[in-house]
């Protein structure tokens, strides 16, 4: 037998380069698995919304804090899909793309009021999306009346838009955000 000098004779005495090797390979390896652990995808987070637009809408509506007379209003309110006729007007722009729809607003009072839930497509750059509802979104639209506070979230694939008094948008919006809880 011959005597160990701690010289790999294969590596010309680079002993343990292999093993560094596949250390850096697997630390590689661990680093973005653990990086993919905690990324979710739009259509994972999507899940959490299940249903319908409609359905999502309701379920808003049904944990909003809103007061009595708001509640009272909205037995009134009209509840319905977007269709290309009144896409612009609701949106303020027909440069969103959507799968999925819900408009909630009165049917015939002179109250600044309106509501959308929308769903985008798989991919959808939804920061821009948002961008794009804001930029367009006209509080004035209705005769003599205009919104107070105007607010776009999104949880996934599904954003929500609302314009109205500054309390309704508040609890709107924070109903909407805690489906996402």
């Known amino acids: 037998m011959g005597k160990r000098t701690g010289k790999n004779r294969k590596t010309g005495g680079r002993a343990g380069y292999g093993k560094r090797a596949a250390a850096a390979g697997m630390m590689f390896v661990m680093l973005f698995s653990f990086a993919a652990c905690g990324k979710t995808t739009a259509s994972e987070e999507a899940e959490a919304l299940s ?17 009595a007379s708001m509640r009272d209003a909205m037995q009134d309110y009209e509840m319905t899909t977007i269709d290309a006729d009144m896409e612009e007007y609701v949106l303020g722009t027909d440069e969103i793309t959507y799968t999925d729809s819900a408009y909630s607003a009165p049917m015939m009072t002179s109250v ?66 805690a489906l996402d809880e």
């Open 51 to 67: 249903g319908s637009c409609i359905d999502i809408l309701n379920k808003v509506y049904e944990t909003a804090d809103l007061d």
């Open 112 to 177: 600044a009021y309106q509501c959308v839930v929308l769903r985008v497509p798989d991919g959808t750059d939804v920061p821009k999306a948002k961008q794009t509802l804001l930029d367009n979104a006209n509080p004035a639209k209705w005769i003599c009346v205009e919104a107070e506070s105007v607010a776009v979230e999104s949880i996934g694939d599904v954003i929500l838009y609302v314009m109205g008094f500054d309390e309704d948008v508040s609890a709107i919006k924070d109903a909407f955000l």
